[in-house]
């Protein structure tokens, strides 16, 4: 009997936070302790599961900055302070962010962490001690559950409170040593062949509308922009190629994959990926759909080619529903009942290609479950770890499935693979609009402008990055929910 190929992605992101010489937000930091290290330690108790981790440069820059070159963000800076040093504008300051996070699965379960909430909420007068256990139990909450298995990370969350100023920096030390175990960790699964390791470009645009903002109007005909109308696919192009050369620089080795931003695509931006020498592309389902003009849900579960100047692309589709279920669904439901209902709809997945295609196509088949490495788990009980194990256990148990990387399915795919695209209809999300507003805002509105080039502000490369920094923030304030245009 032939498995059914599933492959994992999880996508690693964080948009640019850093504004002068500190990072305006802390999310780099809190999602590294929470996420981006458990994810990966997770698969040690698993060792028959593979997976892809796509990791945006812009985030791994972040990462580096932490450990190399002693950046620091604000709320570091504010937990750090002294309590009777702090000015009651940060005293406010602290009040409006050390809570900013899942009410029921990170303030809720520790009652010291929920008094200080409740007399937040009161207004209540807070002692020296009451900002100092603040100031520790907000960078302890966003441990991830394996991270504080670690004896000093278990040593306080027994003590509870009363914590000291020694402890107090021990933690931020510490925060700063499970940022450091990020990449050798991965690189070591990567030479376990457990996981692959694929990049987006540097930080994080919109690539079709950096190749052409006209592309917008092929799904929406009355969207108005701005002129003069920008067209920057060299912009587009230096994203691909420094993401992949910052990717090399820090893993010793180069990305066979690309998820390009939010999984927008075009034909344009197809042939910047394939010129830049990567293998394989994904994006969503839907534009598969609108691309061969079928919504034959199986079509989706096959890897296709997309050939141009004697350089081939493999394109995967993201299984949509999947997906979304471990995104936005499961964690509201039991683990149990999650996990059945995942694996009953890989067996009706199976059971429908073998029906339609035959046993064989299971050769080539696969379902690509993609989505964000990060922002889900904080609304799952215990940051996902025990609905992630008894996923991962069920489906290593199964012989109806085996995971897989996509460079593995990429290898196995035959030359003359008949599910082929000559071109791919654009996809954008639903923070495109205002990515075209940015845009249009940071053009140079003069006479005498090359309208042919449409150049950005400045003409260095240097500048050329400042901007899409900008636009990358500007892009990732909104949600990135799909959004065909």
Not at 101 to 109: A, L, T
Not at 227 to 235: A, C, G, T
Not at 274 to 287: I, M, V
Not at 440 to 447: A, C, D, E, K, V
């Amino acid at each position: 009997m032939k498995p059914l190929r599933v492959c994992f992605l999880w996508h690693q992101h964080q948009p640019y936070y850093r504004k002068g010489d500190y990072f305006i937000l802390p999310w780099v930091r809190f999602h590294a302790v929470k996420d981006y290290l458990d994810l990966a330690l997770l698969l040690d108790e698993f060792p028959g599961m593979k997976q892809t981790f796509n990791i945006v440069p812009s985030l791994l820059l972040q990462l580096n900055q932490y450990i190399s070159e002693g950046v620091l963000d604000r709320v570091q800076v504010l937990s750090a302070k002294e309590p009777n040093e702090l000015t009651e504008s940060e005293k406010e300051e602290i009040l409006r962010q050390f809570f900013v996070c899942n009410f029921q699965n990170m303030v809720n379960p520790y009652p010291r962490y929920l008094e200080l909430y409740q007399k937040a909420q009161n207004n209540d007068k807070f002692s020296e001690q009451d900002w100092l256990d603040l100031q520790v139990w907000y960078n302890l909450t966003w441990l991830g559950p394996i991270t504080r298995n670690q004896t000093f990370f278990r040593r306080l969350f027994q003590k509870g409170s009363g914590f000291t100023r020694k402890e107090r920096d021990t933690l931020l030390s510490l925060h700063l040593d499970v940022i450091r175990e990020i990449v050798p960790t991965l690189k070591r699964l990567v030479e376990f062949e457990q996981i692959e390791l694929s990049v987006s470009p540097f930080y994080h645009p919109i690539l079709p509308l950096l190749c052409d903002v006209d592309i917008a109007k092929v799904g929406l005909p009355g969207l108005y922009i701005p002129e003069p109308k920008f067209r920057f696919p060299q912009d587009a192009q230096m994203q691909i190629s420094k993401g992949k050369q910052y990717f090399s620089e820090n893993f010793g080795f180069e990305p066979n994959g690309l998820w390009p931003s939010e999984g927008s695509l075009s034909t344009e931006v197809l042939d910047l990926i394939a010129n830049s020498g990567f293998h394989w592309t994904a994006t969503d389902s839907k534009l598969l759909f609108n691309s061969i003009g079928s919504d034959n849900i199986l079509l989706q579960y096959f890897p296709y080619t997309y050939s141009k100047n004697g350089k081939n692309l493999i394109l995967f589709f993201r299984d949509s529903r999947l997906s979304d279920a471990i995104g936005f669904t499961y964690h509201r439901w039991g683990i149990h009942d999650a996990v059945e209902d995942f694996l009953s709809q890989l067996k009706l997945i199976r059971s429908a290609l073998v029906e339609k295609f035959g046993e064989d196509s299971l050769e080539q088949a696969c379902v690509p479950i993609i989505l964000d490495g990060e922002n889900c788990w904080e609304f799952y009980p215990e940051n996902g770890l025990p609905f992630l194990k008894e996923l991962y256990t069920r489906l290593l148990y199964e012989n109806l499935f085996v995971t897989t990387t996509f460079e593995e399915i990429v290898k196995s795919i035959p030359p003359d693979n008949k599910f082929r695209l000559e071109s791919i209809y654009p996809g954008l999300n639903s923070g495109s609009k205002v990515f075209i507003r940015v845009l249009g805002l940071m053009r140079i509105s003069t006479p005498g402008l090359d309208s042919q080039q449409n150049k950005l502000l400045g003409t260095g490369l240097h500048e050329q990055e400042h901007q899409s920094k900008t636009i990358s923030r500007t892009k990732r304030s909104i949600s990135g929910r799909w959004n065909l245009l």
